[in-house]
């Protein structure tokens, strides 16, 4: 029996209602053997044309690819493309669907085998053989109905859908064409894993972590997915639909109230004020960031603008981009954080070998300072794009002073290169880290020495700190922005920070918390750097709280030994004040109290 209630992680608040359509599924063993309800019959038939073709047209580019001096390959890819053009196949396979009024994938299982039962008639071994490529041919056909496939095949998609798979990258979801997809949900991912991010980038709501997803979802099922909760219910039954589009007004009711006072500062009721900034990983954002009254752009995820491509971007190119972004947000600053590549951010056909522990390898500044003359391009169209005066510039993942000052020197190495080609450059460009490995935390004080602003970068500060993969959902439950061990790093880097005279931001998703942003306001940090998205909830709870009310609960707070204590105190002392923030947003409501 079929679970109706899945549940995952919300990533990416909001509600929506609508058809599955699986991008990919891991396991083959899980073919959905299933019926399919009569009007969802030409959907299969459908996507049983649809795999066809693309199997055809990637055999075909394998066989062109293939090398003259393997001509016997060749031909037996050719074979192998004859299959699966002859008609037949594809006949029997849809005449099942029509028949029985099953999935496709099914309808194709049981079309091979009856062509299996022919072969094993055939007296002659040779040709009783041949029926291996037939299954070689039907298991890719197969795959690509299970979506083994690319974010390509979005285009088989006619109306609207919601976009499930076993996992997506980084690569994937910024590859997605938002026209298409209403929500989407993956069984892999963690709470704070990239695709989730760009998820709120795409301001669709998004599960990550679902459990069961690929064996309890078939194509063409209704489902809703609740990203306030977390939830992905299939089949919804009346109630559930009236519940939930219900839900769906009263949250977008919330945003439109929320929205209208967007552009009022971040200030507390007795006069505290706090930027308020926008995280971005894609140009398009920047007219989200200053419709939702984003002060600047604190993180410029830029390492996007190099995914999904062939050839990585010419210095040219990453002018033409940083320059526009700095005269559109203009007078407003612009931090540019240097690529970020590794982890689960891969760069395409730079040939790295695969790591076995990616979140602990060669990424961020490690990469950079490993290809320099990647990083001199980047540095260098950063620098040609200061002309505005509004841009600065920030190096993730710095575990010491050593990379710090690498980094440093380089970017000095790009300036003179500038200077003797007689380019403009801005004198002065802001040079910061990202605090976000526990090292970091550790010797914050010497760090601070050595730049002029520090941005925590709580994602990560999260993942290492606690070691748990932010990729990784059988940790998800660990991940806990109020662990004691968090929010005393956070304080000892705030602390440092301001003890040597330097202004401090946080970046991580902890700064789009409800919960989290009072706590952060009573160490004083300078600014929050969110989600265009987030900015305006995070903006109204800053101006419903006081200054003293935020020391007054960090001091319970590093009072407090464990995450339970801390959660029950936040949550008393911040309901009180914004029920709606909470209600709609929060990653420590529904947490174990541990
Ligand atoms: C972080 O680690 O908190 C951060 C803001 O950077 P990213 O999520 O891109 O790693
Ligand atoms: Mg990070």
């Known amino acids: ?349 730079w040939n790295l070998p695969g790591e076995p522990n990616p979140a602990l390898g060669l990424r961020a500044i490690r990469f950079c300072l490993k290809h320099r003359d990647l990083f001199i391009r980047q540095l260098r169209a950063i620098l040609r794009a200061s002309e505005f005066g509004n841009i600065a510039v920030m190096f993730p993942m710095i575990s010491g002073l050593k990379e710090v000052r690498e980094a440093k020197a380089l970017w000095q190495r790009a300036r003179q290169e500038l200077r003797a080609e007689g380019r403009r450059i801005a004198q002065d460009i802001p040079l910061g880290i990202m605090v976000e490995l526990p090292s970091a935390v550790m010797i914050a004080e010497s760090l601070a020495r050595e730049v002029d602003f520090f941005s925590i970068g709580t994602n990560d500060l999260i993942q290492y700190s606690l070691g748990i993969d932010r990729t990784n959902k059988h940790v998800s439950y660990l991940y806990q922005p109020l662990h004691p061990s968090v929010v005393r790093s956070i304080k000892q880097v705030v602390d440092a920070a301001h003890q040597v005279g330097i202004e401090v931001a946080v970046c991580g998703e902890v700064a789009s918390d409800p919960y989290c942003v009072p706590i952060l306001m009573g160490m004083q940090v300078d600014a929050l750097s969110i989600a265009p998205q987030a900015i305006p909830g995070i903006k109204r709870v800053i101006r419903q709280t006081t200054m003293d009310e935020c020391k007054g609960l960090l001091k319970h707070v590093l009072e407090s030994d464990t995450v339970g204590a801390i959660n029950r105190h936040v949550k008393d002392a911040i309901f009180k004040r914004s029920p709606e923030e909470l209600t709609f947003y929060s990653s420590i409501l529904d947490m174990d109290e541990g």
């Open 1 to 349: 029996m079929a679970a109706r209630i899945l549940q995952g992680i919300a990533v990416s608040a909001g509600v929506s209602v609508g058809k599955a359509f699986f991008l990919n599924r891991r396991r083959f063993d899980l073919i959905p053997r299933q019926t399919v309800a009569q009007d969802l019959a030409p959907f299969e038939e459908e996507r049983l044309r649809l795999a066809f073709e693309l199997t055809q047209a990637d055999m075909a580019a394998a066989r062109d690819k293939v090398p003259a001096e393997l001509k016997e390959h060749a031909a037996i890819i050719n074979t192998h493309l004859a299959i699966c053009k002859d008609p037949k196949l594809l006949n029997k396979a849809l005449k099942t669907v029509r028949e029985m009024g099953i999935t496709a994938e099914w309808a194709l299982e049981k079309a091979v085998d009856e062509i299996g039962e022919a072969f094993s008639a055939i007296e002659d071994p040779y040709i009783r053989e041949r029926y291996q490529d037939v299954q070689v041919v039907a298991d890719r056909i197969q795959s690509r109905l299970m979506g083994q496939g690319k974010i390509g095949d979005i285009k088989a998609i006619r109306n609207r859908a919601v976009l499930l798979a076993h996992d997506l990258t980084p690569a994937d979801t910024i590859g997605i064409e938002v026209s298409k997809i209403m929500s989407l949900a993956t069984e892999m991912g963690g709470k704070t894993s990239h695709t989730g991010i760009l998820a709120r980038s795409l301001q669709i709501p998004a599960l990550v972590g679902v459990t069961d997803l690929e064996e309890h979802v078939m194509d063409g099922q209704l489902v809703i997915i609740d990203g306030l909760k977390g939830r992905l219910i299939v089949d919804p039954d009346e109630e559930e639909l009236a519940y939930y589009s219900d839900l769906k007004y009263q949250f977008e009711d919330y945003q439109a109230s929320i929205i209208r006072d967007c552009s009022l500062p971040g200030e507390t009721l007795d006069g505290y004020r706090v930027e308020v900034l926008a995280n971005i990983e894609l140009f398009e954002e920047v007219t989200a960031a200053l419709d939702s009254g984003a002060e600047g752009v604190g993180l410029y995820r830029t390492e996007y603008s190099f995914l999904n491509r062939r050839e990585l971007p010419s210095e040219e190119e990453l002018f033409e981009e940083y320059s526009e972004m700095a005269s559109i947000m203009h007078p407003r600053t612009v931090v540019f954080r240097t690529l970020d590549v590794g982890g689960d951010k891969i760069l395409k056909d």
